[in-house]
Nanobody, 117 residues
Framework: QVHLVESGGDLVQAGGSLRLSCSASGIISRINVMGWYRQAPGKQRDLVGS???????TYVDSVKGRFTISRDNAKTTVYLQMNSLKPEDTAVYYCYYRDQVVLRDNWGQGTQVTVSS
């Protein structure tokens, strides 16, 4: 089991920046994916982006060029740098970890990001 702890959510004005962090502890597979989903009120949880254990990244079109996902050298912490924030980025952001060997997912508790216009 992998335990995820997120931090960094806040209230920010449109055009501002935030950096979310997610630290993983437990038995970390060498082959894994970590990333972020978000869920706005009344909407489904959608993928924001992800990064593999080899460093390959993917992003949803709406955040490309504004958001950047990275990992630390130990590959147990993933970051989401969010720039040029828009009110439509307001959501609870969830970190996730996927063990690609046993195909098991773990989720963080979520952190609130609110962008005011």
């Amino acid at each position: 089991q992998v335990h995820l702890v997120e931090s960094g959510g806040d209230l920010v004005q449109a055009g501002g920046s935030l950096r979310l962090s997610c630290s993983a502890s437990g038995i970390i597979s060498r082959i894994n994916v970590m990333g972020w989903y978000r869920q706005a009120p009344g909407k489904q949880r959608d993928l924001v982006g992800s990064i593999t254990s080899t460093g390959a990244t993917t992003y949803v079109d709406s955040v490309k060029g504004r958001f950047t996902i990275s990992r630390d050298n130990a590959k147990t912490t993933v970051y989401l740098q969010m720039n040029s924030l828009k009110p439509e980025d307001t959501a609870v952001y969830y970190c996730y970890y996927r063990d690609q060997v046993v195909l098991r997912d773990n989720w963080g508790q979520g952190t609130q990001v609110t962008v005011s216009s």
